[in-house]
């Protein structure tokens, strides 16, 4: 399939890659479908702690999923797990006050980046940021744009008219103590230091007064791009600042995440437990449990003895290094650095199946179509197989 109406790399790689040839296998011997299934039916069926990681899928792959964890006693957590409990941890422990992609487009007057500069979604500048049209007569070109952090790349936030973004550079792990100054000075508090992890005290004066003076400010981060101890703490101080701002002010929150399916795990898992990912059921109803039941740290404690890992969105996610049993539904072109017991190549929502997802915000479930026609099934039809073998 050609790509010919957008620039964005991750729409040319996924619609753009042609399909291949995959089968189903069983320790590494070509077998049928139906064959493929039993075995992993009676790999799980086996199994006293299974583990379901990867959760790459669609909504209804998700649902079935997590049916099958709960007929099991497994765990269930997203590939994406550490960076999604660094936001769940901070709105766990003290709320936040978030926005919309739609609200960004159409309202916010000045955006500020927090550890990230959104590299990673390559058309959020050309979609939210430098938009045009909007609503409410705002002229997006005459945003304004502050980037927070270290080595990021700030070029996608030079406006139309040539005006460039604030840079204030400070380390990764420091950004939440440059967040609590802001939020101390928007307070009104008395600031006794010079400078904070190295940003001076009057450069952080300048943007307190920017930041009173938006009529919709944002703040954007990334928890993915907050790879270090404890930074749910940093989040956290994000969503003080907006909770602080919005006082006087109107400020919303954004993190840019929920990739590979996460935003629809979180989603699936939260109305059909009450909790968000890193759920097992093991007593027989859902714990959670956001440190524990961590897939790192259940492989490498050994405290799983089968695991379940679904990769259908993209090749790029291998399953994590184990010597236990492991069953796969993988994209076709997933290679694998290790043979597992049981490989199922399984159809990609939006390209090969129609579906939903939820968007990276979590406020709309974005509908899938079909776009070509595959042999391959989908997570959903494979899970209820196995699932069905199973009662």
């Not at 939820?358 to 196995?386: G, N, Y």
């Amino acid at each position: 399939m050609r790509v010919t109406s957008t620039d964005c790399p991750k729409a040319a790689a996924g619609f753009g890659a042609a399909p291949v040839p995959a089968f189903p296998s069983v320790a590494g011997r070509p077998t049928t479908l139906e064959a493929a299934i039993t075995a992993a039916a009676e790999s799980l069926g086996q199994a006293r702690a299974p583990l379901y990681a990867g959760l790459a899928c669609d909504l209804e792959g998700m649902r079935a999923v997590l049916a099958l964890a709960e007929r099991t006693g497994g765990i269930v957590d997203h590939l994406h797990g550490d960076a999604l409990t660094r936001n769940l941890l901070a709105l766990q422990d003290s709320g936040w006050m978030m926005t919309t992609l739609a609200e960004v487009r159409n309202r916010a007057d000045l955006i500020v980046f927090v550890g990230t500069d959104a590299s990673a979604y390559p058309r959020f500048y050309e979609r939210c940021v430098w938009n045009q049209p909007s609503l409410f007569g705002l002229d997006c070109a005459k945003r304004e744009l502050v980037f927070i952090g270290a080595t990021l790349d700030t070029r996608a936030g030079i406006a139309p008219d040539g005006r460039r973004p604030t840079q204030i550079r400070c380390e990764q792990r420091r950004l939440g103590e440059v967040i609590g100054a802001l939020r101390a000075l928007v307070a009104g508090q008395r600031l006794d230091a010079d400078n904070v992890a190295g940003v001076k005290r009057r450069v952080l004066g300048r943007l307190v007064e920017r930041l009173r003076a938006a009529r919709y400010g944002v703040v954007v981060w990334a928890p993915a791009e907050l790879a270090y101890p404890h930074a749910e703490l940093t989040v956290e101080a994000v969503c003080a600042l907006v909770r602080t701002l919005n006082e006087t002010t109107r400020f919303g929150g954004l993190a840019l995440g929920g990739d590979d399916g996460g935003a629809t795990a979180i989603n699936v898992c939260a109305w059909q437990t009450g909790y968000p990912i890193r759920v097992g059921f093991g007593p027989g109803y859902p714990v959670y449990e956001p440190t524990l039941h961590a897939s790192a740290r259940l492989l490498a404690g050994a405290a799983v003895d089968r695991v379940l890992w679904v990769a259908a969105l993209s090749p790029r996610h291998q399953p994590p290094p184990t010597r236990v049993p492991l069953v796969v539904l993988g994209h076709p072109r997933l290679r694998l650095a290790r043979r597992p017991a049981v490989f199922i190549p399984v159809a990609t929502p939006g390209l090969d199946h129609a579906g939903q997802l939820f968007r990276c915000d979590a406020m709309v479930a974005l509908p899938l179509t079909r776009l070509r026609a595959s042999p391959l099934p989908a997570v959903a039809t494979v899970v209820q197989a196995i699932h069905r073998h199973l009662e």
